[in-house]
């Protein structure tokens, strides 16, 4: 548990010790000192729960609340008034009235304001939305930034809008920078590099939030509720977040499948000129790789290594980590490939 989140709780732990100490002292209804403090202590939990609920609440839900709730509270004390000078609030009970009426209206109108938020926005913006409603929020999660390919995207023009990047995300990045691990210390520089490079960006416009979900420790988690609250997309290259995300009904945008579908596609019977790289797993089998690291699987070709040749495709197979292109390498097409070409060399020089 980190410091912010071990004062959050202290705060709330002497809050609630607070008001049951009052409910002693007061001992409303001349209870009993328990009953009058578990009253108190009740009473704080149910504050607490709704100061949580009201942090995520919109700003238009939060004005139409408290503007239902001050309505109704005047109301109920209107009622308390008419009441007393009627006679009718005497005695204990008319005490009880004089402090229960106003609060009853308070959350009634609270609930009605509530309930009409749409109707009463008062021209405010819905929060996380940003004015442009034809622009989606975007929510950048820590494995794109490391990615870094998120800058290529924002510089042709295919990311546009409100991008958002979350303080806990900046946090994350920024202990991976501190490690001790050159690897890790390397990525999260990356990270905190891309940042700065999105924010010179002109076609976007990059926000730091500093929302947070103190009760949630998890940061997948926290994107999610982030990204529900703003009623925004998440973009991510996590296989886990991206999943999760989906199931709780979120739209995800997924850097590795946007390049996967940007790959050439290549049909079978097509000839291709590509490097043999390596030796194959089976025998007479080589290896190439295409400019976007698509692997090429070529038989016949464990004597071309080093060499760029012609291949005739064979097949494509679509895994989950990408294309994987199967051809097959003819030597006897390619001997007569060269002697066109050399024929027709010779033929063109003087």
Not at 64 to 88: D, E, K, N, P, R
Not at 108 to 118: C, K
Request: hydrophobic letters at 50%; proline letters at 4%; a positive charge.
């Amino acid at each position: 548990m980190n410091r912010f989140n071990f004062e959050i709780l202290a705060l709330r732990f002497a809050f609630v010790s607070l008001i049951g100490f009052i409910g002693v002292i007061v001992r409303p209804f001349a209870l009993p000192v328990a009953i009058s403090a578990s009253l108190g202590i009740v009473a704080a939990l149910l504050t607490l729960a709704l100061a949580a609920r009201l942090r995520r609440a919109p700003l238009p839900d939060l004005t139409a609340g408290f503007v239902g709730a001050v309505a109704g509270l005047l109301l109920g004390m209107l009622v308390v008034y008419v009441c007393s000078q009627a006679g009718i609030a005497q005695g204990s009970a008319g005490q009880f009235l004089r402090l229960a009426i106003p609060l009853l209206g308070g959350y009634v109108g609270l609930a009605i304001g509530l309930s009409s938020a749409e109707a009463m926005s008062f021209g405010l913006p819905a929060a996380g939305k940003p004015a442009d409603s034809t622009l989606t929020t975007k929510i950048l999660d820590t494995s794109v930034l490391i990615d870094g390919r998120i800058v290529d995207i924002a510089e042709s023009g295919f990311m546009e809008g409100r991008i958002i990047v979350p303080r806990f995300v900046l946090h994350e990045l920024q202990l991976v920078a501190d490690s001790s691990d050159s690897a890790k210390r390397n990525r999260g520089r990356r990270g905190l590099d891309v940042v700065q490079l999105l924010q010179k960006q002109p076609r976007i416009r990059l926000e730091v939030c500093a929302l947070d979900f103190p009760e949630t420790r998890e940061v997948d988690l926290k994107l999610i509720e982030l990204a529900k609250q703003l009623e925004a997309k998440i973009v991510t290259n996590d296989f886990n977040l991206n999943k999760l995300a989906q199931v709780q009904g979120l739209v995800v945008m997924n850097i590795n499948e946007l390049a996967n579908s940007l790959k050439p596609v290549v049909l079978p019977g097509e000839v291709m000129r590509v490097f043999i790289l390596k030796e194959g797993k089976e025998h007479n089998q080589g290896v190439a790789y295409l400019d976007d690291g698509t692997m090429v699987v070529v038989d016949n070709a464990r004597r071309m290594i080093s060499k760029t040749v012609d291949i005739i495709v064979t097949s494509v197979l679509q895994t989950t980590a990408g294309k994987m292109i199967f051809g097959r390498f003819d030597e006897r097409q390619q001997s007569a490939m060269e002697a066109r070409a050399s024929t027709a060399a010779s033929t063109a020089s003087p």
